[in-house]
């Protein structure tokens, strides 16, 4: 009995819920996409998805900020949105970064999740913008057939829309999926549908509403190495002694088809230049393959898991090493200094699901706080090392679903009192 | 020559004779400790700073428990990880001197503030050790030559390699602070004897008490130290300084010992223990005699009350030790014990004890390995030890005889010989040395007396400078002060060596040269049990031979069916069966022990040759020795043990075979050979088409040293 009741107050939600929304639309502004490109890379295990629009004021009143709109599946994969505004014409054009923020929108239809642009200057009323969205989803293909043989190739699946969800009327719209190779299974057909080389095309589409959805499965082959670090922790220790010293303590896994796709066995990691005393080694001892290229721009660190990673296989392992310090730290008014370091992952083409990075400040900082360019989570810590009474101050931020695209510095700001 | 050399740099200080003495003692005695423990660290140079071998690894994560949870989970520990499914009452069946040592350096040092890790302590704890050993080994020479003796003593212990063999960075075993232990408790004990003070009675009981801690060896003490007394009792030089020191370190060292629950009520229950005890009360009957040999004054009543109490008293013993025996009190001797005193006993009875490799009887070139030239000046020291006799040079001389005994018998008790061989080895070249001095430094009017002495004993140690006249004399001993410079400093290279090239390496990462003469790594070891830590259930059992059984714990920290701890023969056997049966056969015991992984170690691809195969006929022995399926003869060709085509049928189909040989019949292992041509045995393998039923390859490292297998589930039925 319960059952048939639960569906139909669902329905019955919904409906109210979509009229509800019709009536309060205006709240979103009368906004309007004319036009709306969207490119999806599948060539690695992280999804890049280029997405041009272009967004017309239909209303009257000035609008100041544009949503987005992700379905519940892609939000939890969602690594990072970025949006630009172009400004200027054919070759002279110039992009300006805008503040993009997640946000809660009332009444969403289906558990839609929404991330809001703010426009730089409000967009009057008939005129219009060209916005320039980048963002990667991470575990968003999936191996099938999930266990395959040594000799085969893998193939995924890439679920996905063809039509882009908005909130607003798109007049019309394209959508291009980019393949790794030729080698594309099956895929749905949303007519016009087009396929050439490694490329397929949906549309064009003309008018579609707002919240139009038409699911579409791709499976394609995809051989690239599914490197996942499910954990990573990065401790970076501030010396008094002009010493800079990481820990990196990765949990990494080969989230690829089960048990027979070979990961390469090389793993590359960046680091920064004039770094010395590297370790590279695991809970019961040091891994003797690993290899350092230094050059004066950066430092490559090539590095070999104990045991070729098959797919659904895991290592841990640490890579240690030291830096001199004042490459990173500078001093600012006030008696503050700053550290500037990188955040993301050193190792190349790799997700991590959940990065920490602990700023160990040296004994007697105070008030210490850092500044990312993306929101991640804070807070303090007390460590205990050499020759400690009080403790280490320390910073830990911590993010989770971090792709390569997360690799920018940030500051972190102590008070030494001296 | 030295404080020659010393008194001119130092004049300014103007140090009377005897503070230059102790200065150059005191410089000598540090430098020596820092060689003692950096001469022990070529393996952390040369590899990384890691735990070496098999039991060092169950030590070292028995203490990384420790010092996680705590004294008291430690103490109440059960192991549900080894020994499946019995379990391991960790507890009450393991020495805890070394792991509550490296726990208290470990607490020690973080309360200093010094964030070390735990394996780092562990890796460095036996170097720390024989450290000290060195300036035990030094009072122990002062107590029972002289300071020189000594001196020597501690620099010959500091590089040994008899003893550097046990305890070099790394290898952290019980032997590494029980050699310390046990040297110092004699130590004690002697200055206890030589004193007759209760001080250091009660030193003594608690240098036994650590010991007793710390290694199973402590039996050799609690054997050497009553049948020392006897001698004492026996050449009459019974005293109330010996009284005082055996009653006060037996009771108390026993009281104490019975702490330790592994050892628990031993003391007065097993027959190794009960020499003691029967000399604890023949002391007694001694003291009694004595009282009432001084109370009665006619010596004829005497004689007769001798005879009845000697007797009552000897019928008295006999009656309770049968009795105790009888009625089960008193165990017998233990397998091992036996097969101290009886080198062959062993390889009848106890295969698991003769299995072992350190366990077999020593090849005369291990000694000259271990000792050098201590070899030839041990009996040299006996001599002198002979010329000058007292409680103490008895003391070495007995120690010295017996350890040297049992380092005849096993392999590794040439360890527990080793302070005895440099202690008196130390009595020799310091006697020696210092007459030749003496004998050189005399002025012509002091020719007379020094010279003398000097000739006798140099001719006694070298057999070289005999009756000259005087004008030789001077450079005979200046010869043969050459001679033993050029000897000492012989040793001191060949232990260097010894310590670089045999006993520096880990075992668990094994290096050789390559094509180019660069060095090739092969860690296969850790790669696979590393695997198992992160790729297979945390639940999963691996089947293995016993000797991997603490590393697959510590390293992949998985349950294991058998380890090291070879306490229970059967359930050993039944591996052993299991991997000596064809696969069906071995299928069902498997499932039986709810194995999900077995673990082979195959060196037919690198030419490691201590690998299962040729372990394998231990299996067949062992397994057989409990269930007479197996069949030695059966794996044998004519008495020949072979796996190539003229190979038993038993042998080429038994699980072992087949999981260390497993598709190997397709690989290519050297330019020229067939496929399947194994290194380690330089034969082609019999049987190369292997197809496994119930097992399936899971993984196999790089150089196919480990290789792993999975046990499949049973079949549906339907």
Redesign the interface.
Same mark, same amino acid.
């Given at each position: 009995m319960e059952g048939p009741i639960r569906a139909r107050e669902a329905l019955a939600l919904t409906l109210f819920s979509l009229l509800f929304f019709l009536s309060r639309s205006s709240a979103l502004h009368d906004l309007l996409i004319s036009n709306a490109e969207r490119r999806i890379d599948l060539s690695s295990h992280i999804v890049k998805v280029y997405l041009t629009l272009k967004v017309e004021n239909a209303g009257s009143s000035p609008a100041s900020e544009v949503v987005l709109a992700f379905p519940p599946s892609q939000v939890d994969h969602l690594a990072t949105v970025e949006a630009l505004a172009t400004k200027g014409k054919r070759k002279k054009t110039t992009f300006v970064r805008l503040e993009v923020k997640p946000t809660e929108l009332p009444d969403a239809p289906n558990d839609t999740k929404y991330f809001t642009i703010y426009l730089a200057n409000p967009l009057n009323s008939a005129e219009s913008i060209t916005l320039e969205v980048l963002y990667m989803l991470t575990h968003s293909l999936e191996p099938f057939p999930a266990e395959i043989g040594q000799s085969e190739s893998q193939l995924v699946y890439y679920r996905d829309s063809a039509l882009v969800l908005s909130p607003y009327h798109i007049k019309q719209q394209t959508t291009f999926i980019k393949t790794p190779s030729t080698k594309v299974d099956s895929f749905t057909r949303v007519e016009p549908t087009n396929r050439a080389g490694t490329e397929i095309k949906y549309g064009p589409y003309e008018d579609h509403t707002p919240y139009s959805f038409s699911a579409i499965l791709v499976h394609f082959e995809n051989n690239s190495p599914f490197a996942v670090v499910e954990e990573l922790v990065r401790e970076v220790e501030i010396s008094h002694w002009g010493n800079l010293q990481v820990t990196e303590q990765y949990k990494l896994v080969h989230a690829g088809a089960r048990h027979k796709g070979v990961f390469s066995r090389y793993l590359l990691a960046r680091l920064p230049p004039r770094v010395h005393s590297v370790y590279y080694r695991?809970?019961?001892?040091?891994?003797?393959s690993s290899h350092l290229r230094t050059d004066s721009r950066k430092s490559e660190l090539e590095i070999e898991p104990?045991?070729p990673l098959f797919g659904?296989?895991?290592?841990?392992f640490v890579i240690g090493y030291g830096l001199p310090l004042q490459d990173f730290l500078f001093e600012s008014s006030e008696d503050r200094r700053y550290v500037n370091f990188t955040f993301g992952c050193p190792l190349m083409e790799t997700v991590v699901d959940k990065l920490t990075i602990k700023v160990v400040l040296p004994e007697g900082s105070k008030d210490p706080s850092a500044v990312v360019p993306f929101p991640v989570d804070q807070h303090l810590e007390t460590k205990?090392?050499?020759?400690?009474?009080v403790g280490r101050t320390v910073v830990v931020l911590e993010k989770k679903n971090v792709v390569p695209g997360h690799n920018s510095h940030f500051q972190a700001v102590l008070f030494c009192p001296n | 020559m030295s404080s020659m050399i010393s008194s001119d740099l130092l004049k300014p200080f103007k140090l009377k004779t005897k503070q230059q003495e102790l200065l150059i003692r005191v410089s000598i005695l540090c430098l020596v400790y820092i060689l003692a423990f950096i001469t022990r660290l070529f393996s952390v140079l040369r590899?990384?700073s890691?735990i070496h071998e098999f039991d060092p690894y169950f030590n070292y994560r028995t203490t990384l428990y420790l010092t996680q949870n705590g004294f008291y989970d430690f103490w109440n520990w059960f192991d549900s990880e080894s020994w499946y499914p019995l379990g391991r009452i960790i507890g009450g069946t393991l020495y805890p001197g070394l792991m509550v040592t490296a726990a208290l350096i470990y607490r020690l040092l973080h309360f200093l503030? &010094?964030?070390v890790h735990i394996r780092e302590v562990c890796v460095l704890t036996a170097p720390f050790f024989a450290s000290n050993t060195t300036l035990v080994a030094y009072f122990f020479g002062k107590e029972i030559w002289d300071s020189g003796a000594g001196l020597v003593a501690a620099i010959l212990i500091a590089v040994c390699p008899g003893y550097i063999s046990r305890s070099v960075a790394g290898s952290y075993d019980n032997e590494g602070v029980a050699i310390f232990a046990l040297l110092f408790t004699f130590y004690l004990f002697v200055k206890a004897v030589n004193t007759g003070s209760l001080a250091w009675g009660l030193a003594s009981a608690f240098g036994y008490f650590y010991m007793v801690s710390a290694w199973g060896g402590y039996v050799f003490i609690i054997n050497l130290i009553p049948l020392y007394v006897l001698v004492l009792l026996i050449t009459g030089r019974y005293s109330m300084r010996l009284y005082v020191a055996y009653n006060c370190m037996y009771i108390l060292g026993m009281l104490l010992a019975m702490q330790i629950r592994f050892v628990g009520f031993q003391h007065v229950q097993s027959g190794e223990h009960m020499a003691a005890m029967g000399v604890f009360f023949l002391m007694q009957v001694f003291y009694f005699l004595d009282w009432v040999k001084h109370m009665l004054s006619d010596t004829k009543l005497f004689q007769a009350f001798l005879k009845i109490t000697v007797t009552f008293a000897v019928a008295v013993g006999a009656v309770a030790l049968g009795v105790g025996m009888v009625s089960g009190y008193i165990s017998p001797w233990t397998g091992r014990f036996y097969s101290l005193l009886d080198p062959t006993y062993a390889k009848d009875h106890i295969p698991i004890i003769a299995s072992v490799s350190e366990h077999q009887p020593t090849a005369w070139s291990s000694f000259m390995f271990d000792f050098h030239i201590l070899l030839f000046l041990f009996p040299a020291g006996l001599y002198f030890c002979f010329k000058r006799l007292s409680d103490a040079t008895i003391f070495i001389v007995m120690y010295g005889l017996t350890s040297l005994y049992f380092a005849g018998v096993m392999v590794r008790l040439i360890l527990v010989a080793t302070p005895a061989v440099c202690l008196i080895s130390a009595i020799a070249v310091s006697a020696t040395v210092k007459n030749l001095t003496v004998l050189l430094r005399s002025k012509n009017k002091v020719v007379q007396t020094g010279s003398t002495k000097g000739t006798s004993s140099g001719k006694a140690s070298s057999k070289a400078s005999l009756d000259q006249s005087q004008p030789f004399q001077k450079n005979g001993a200046m010869a043969l002060l050459f001679g033993a410079f050029y000897l000492l400093s012989k040793y001191a290279t060949h232990c260097t060596w010894v310590t670089s090239e045999a006993y520096s390496s880990p075992s668990i990462?094994l290096a050789a040269r390559g094509a180019h003469g660069n060095r090739v790594?092969f860690?296969d070891y850790?790669?696979a049990? &590393?695997?198992l830590?992160?790729?297979t259930p945390p639940d999963a059992k691996v089947m293995s031979w016993w000797d991997y059984g603490y590393q697959i714990t510590a390293?992949g920290n998985r349950t294991v069916i058998v380890d090291n701890n070879t306490w229970n023969n059967t359930h050993i056997a039944t591996v052993g069966r299991a991997m000596s049966s064809y696969e069906d056969e071995a299928y069902e015991i498997m499932r039986s022990l709810d194995v999900d992984y077995v673990l082979v170690v195959f060196g037919g691809v690198t030419g490691y040759s201590s690998d299962d195969i040729n372990k394998f006929l231990w299996m067949v022995r062992i397994g057989g020795g409990v269930f007479p399926v197996i069949r030695e003869p059966d794996y044998l060709v004519n008495g020949e043990y072979r796996v190539d085509k003229g190979a038993a049928p038993k042998m080429l189909n038994c699980l072992m075979y087949k999981l260390s040989y497993y598709r190997f019949g397709e690989l290519v292992t050297e330019y020229g050979r067939p496929p399947g041509y194994d290194r380690a045995r330089g034969v082609e393998i019999g049987n190369k088409d292997i197809k496994l039923e119930h097992l399936e390859e899971a993984?196999t490292?790089?150089n196919w040293i480990v290789r792993i297998y999975k046990v499949k589930p049973p079949n549906n039925r339907w």
């Open positions: 695991d809970e019961i001892g040091n891994i003797s104990r045991y659904g296989w895991k290592a841990t205990y090392s050499y020759l400690d009474v | 590899y990384e890691m503030r &010094f964030a990462v790594i860690d850790r790669e049990y &590393f695997w830590r992160q790729n390293m993984f490292t790089s």
